[in-house]
């Protein structure tokens, strides 16, 4: 499955963004997805995921109550809504694919497929 986000942008603390990853290929409602990041200088880090089907989520607890994720396996799309966003959020995110589920437990190096990132720069 090849993926794709978009959406990062610069936004003022408070503020909302609404990052998307599109996938290509017909398998793309077998896989688990989840969002990671990356801001400067740090490593890449979990941000939340959700099951093929969309019914069990989790999330880093740095973004609980903050961020929502979403999909569409009719459309091939997951979406993450960030929501009263905060300097700190400021980061390069990525969405991956992987066919397992790690529960509370989410490695970058554990996710099979990685889209290019996307931007998104929060001022305080």
């Known amino acids: 499955v090849q993926l794709q986000a978009s959406g990062g942008g610069s936004v003022q603390a408070g503020g909302s963004l609404r990052l998307s990853c599109a996938a290509s290929g017909r398998t793309f409602s077998t896989y688990h997805m989840a969002w990671f990041r990356q801001a400067p200088g740090k490593e890449r880090e979990f941000v939340v995921a959700?099951?093929?089907?969309?019914?069990?989520?989790y999330y880093a607890d740095s973004v609980i109550g903050r961020f929502t994720i979403s999909r569409d396996n009719a459309k091939n799309t997951v979406t993450l809504q960030m929501n009263s966003l905060k300097p700190e959020d400021t980061a390069v995110y990525y969405c991956?694919?992987?066919?397992?589920?790690?529960?509370?437990?989410?490695?970058?190096?554990?996710?099979?497929?990685w889209g290019k990132g996307t931007l998104v720069t929060v001022s305080s």
């Open positions: 991956a694919a992987d066919r397992s589920w790690y529960g509370s437990r989410w490695y970058d190096y554990r996710m099979d497929y």
């Open positions: 959700i099951s093929w089907s969309g019914d069990s989520t």
